[in-house]
């Protein structure tokens, strides 16, 4: 007995190392390349005086994380993961320092700026899918969703602090002695990384292993993941969850939001900063809740009820500028859209971390990396679209409706699909699970 309590010892500390490691890792990857991004952003603006070439650096920064997402998914399951996720910061740390010789002896040229842009979202992106794919074999299953939090954490710490810090790079510090900096943090990241064990909860080595044994045929693997999809009606489910979530914060909230503050009620500046900065409040907020409400409530209804939240939120969005209503006060306009902000982040928490929690429980390793990968790239396809849906609307038509629209078609959504999906049963299990006592055990006698 007291043999086996010392094996539950190290795997628990070993399991705190991993998500330690893992924290460290994915933080300095995803703040170099927001950072980058955002910094060269203003660098090309300032060097070219264009509007466009602004917006072409923060494309380029989107635009291989919807080509590249489904390749990323064969190499995250077909070769070994851990591997990937230290080569994809080595290569950005090369990338890097070799950039900043090259411009040191050259000069920094546009075309290298786009071209860093471009690569580097290709390295993060087969990073990021390799990263989730992995999660489930780094920690034990009752520690997946606090992972999972942690990671929601670090995307909100990232998306306030991302632009800041680019911003202050921009102003105070010399951009090729930044470009040297950010090729040293993605390598002390990768360094990291080589600490992390990949395989402490390996419960799917021996499909894994029979999954390594055939070639690699990119789209033949890709063809796979997507036949897998269609004959997993409870998964294709969750995902289409999470894109319809995707598309209706795209259309009801981020277009509107700022135009409605900004073009509508003219609110100060500050005022606008304080209401996007309520946003990832929020987000980290409901990742610190997220476990503790879904060990006591019943799933299917809090995701619904999570989404009708949601819902509200956009409608309530629109509601201060109804032709019916008078000229709002500025303070209370910024309470009331801090609030809706807030919600809006612990709604998208309380969806996000489970949601993913359960298709890594769900999805054998051997395809887990093409479904994650397949289903956030049709979301990256969908976002934009409904991005410009809305932005022609916010154009033409009072700027109220697509946030009121948007709200209502979304209930719409939840009533005519989620409310009929068969998750019961799926989310029951692998929340059981998550759970269960004996599972740590389990961990121990295969490692």
Request: hydrophobic content about 50%.
């Amino acid at each position: 007995m007291m043999s086996e309590m010392n094996v539950n010892m190290t795997v628990k500390r070993k399991e705190m190392s991993n998500i330690f490691l893992y924290s460290l890792g994915k933080l300095v990857s995803l703040f170099g390349t927001s950072i980058y991004t955002f910094a060269f952003g203003l660098y090309v603006l300032k060097e070219t005086g264009s509007g466009l070439s602004f917006a072409t650096t923060l494309v380029l920064g989107m635009i291989p994380i919807v080509l590249v997402t489904p390749f990323a998914g064969v190499l995250a399951d077909k070769l070994n993961k851990k591997l990937l996720v230290v080569l994809m910061d080595l290569f950005n740390a090369i990338l890097f320092i070799g950039l900043y010789f090259i411009s040191g002896r050259y000069g920094l040229h546009l075309s290298m700026i786009y071209v860093s842009i471009f690569i580097m979202t290709v390295f993060t992106t087969i990073f990021a899918i390799s990263m989730e794919a992995g999660k489930p074999n780094m920690v034990t299953k009752n520690k997946l969703m606090d992972i999972n939090a942690i990671s929601k954490i670090i995307d909100s710490i990232s998306i306030t602090l991302g632009p800041v810090i680019g911003g202050l790079v921009f102003a105070f510090i010399n951009i090729k002695l930044f470009i040297i900096i950010n090729g040293l943090t993605f390598l002390f990241s990768a360094m990291t990384e080589i600490l992390i064990d990949f395989k402490l909860n390996d419960n799917d080595n021996d499909s894994e292993s029979e999954n390594k044994e055939r070639k690699l045929s990119v789209f033949e693997d890709i063809k796979e993941g997507f036949m897998y999809m269609k004959n997993q009606q409870q998964i294709t489910s969750l995902l289409v969850i999470l894109i319809a979530v995707n598309f209706f914060i795209s259309y009801g909230i981020t277009v509107p939001l700022p135009y409605i503050i900004n073009n509508v009620l003219r609110l100060a500046p500050e005022y606008f900063g304080m209401i996007e900065g309520a946003f990832p409040i929020g987000m980290i907020l409901g990742a610190f809740l997220v476990k503790k409400v879904f060990e006591k409530l019943h799933l299917k209804k809090l995701f619904l009820g999570v989404n009708y939240i949601m819902a509200l939120s956009m409608i309530l969005i629109g509601l201060p500028i109804l032709p019916f209503n008078m000229t709002a006060i500025p303070q209370i306009m910024l309470v009331y859209y801090m609030t809706i902000m807030i919600s809006i982040g612990v709604a998208i928490s309380f969806i996000d971390v489970p949601l993913l929690y359960i298709l890594q429980r769900s999805i054998p390793e051997e395809y887990r990396g093409r479904v994650l990968g397949i289903g956030i790239s049709i979301g990256k396809i969908v976002a934009p679209l409904a991005l410009i849906l809305s932005g022609w609307f916010v154009s033409t038509l009072p700027a109220f409706l697509p946030s009121i629209v948007g709200g209502i078609l979304f209930i719409l959504f939840n009533i005519g699909y989620v409310q009929h999906r068969k998750l019961d049963g799926l989310l029951k299990k692998n929340i059981e699970e998550a759970y269960s006592k004996p599972e740590l055990e389990d961990a121990v006698i295969k490692k």
